[in-house]
Nanobody
Framework: QVQLVESGGGLVQVGGSLRLSCVVSGIIFTINDMGWYRQAPGKQRELVATITKGGVTNYADSVKGRFTISRDNAKNTVYLQMNSLKPEDTAVYYC??????????WGQGTQVTVSS
């Protein structure tokens, strides 16, 4: 059973930066693709960035060029560097496996608030 602990969120002004971290346990991290998701108030959770076990990355159009996903296999951790933040980036951010199965639990998430 995957266990996920997200951290690094906070309140930041438009144009600012944050680095999110997600420590993963309960699975063999090195053989799993991982992703960052977000859920804004009143909206469905969406996938914003993915990274394969080999380090290949992919991004939603809304964050391409501003967000960077990376992973440290020695620390079982996946990161999301977020630059040039916009008010529409305000959401709770979660990480999880790719693909996420119905039995894969979510972590508590980390709140990101971008103020204008």
């Amino acid at each position: 059973q995957v266990q996920l602990v997200e951290s690094g969120g906070g309140l930041v002004q438009v144009g600012g930066s944050l680095r999110l971290s997600c420590v993963v346990s309960g699975i063999i991290f090195t053989i799993n693709d991982m992703g960052w998701y977000r859920q804004a108030p009143g909206k469905q959770r969406e996938l914003v960035a993915t990274i394969t076990k080999g380090g290949v990355t992919n991004y939603a159009d809304s964050v391409k060029g501003r967000f960077t996903i990376s992973r440290d296999n020695a620390k079982n951790t996946v990161y999301l560097q977020m630059n040039s933040l916009k008010p529409e980036d305000t959401a709770v951010y979660y990480c999880n496996k790719i693909p996420k199965h119905w039995y894969d639990a979510w972590g508590q998430g980390t709140q990101v608030t971008v103020s204008s």
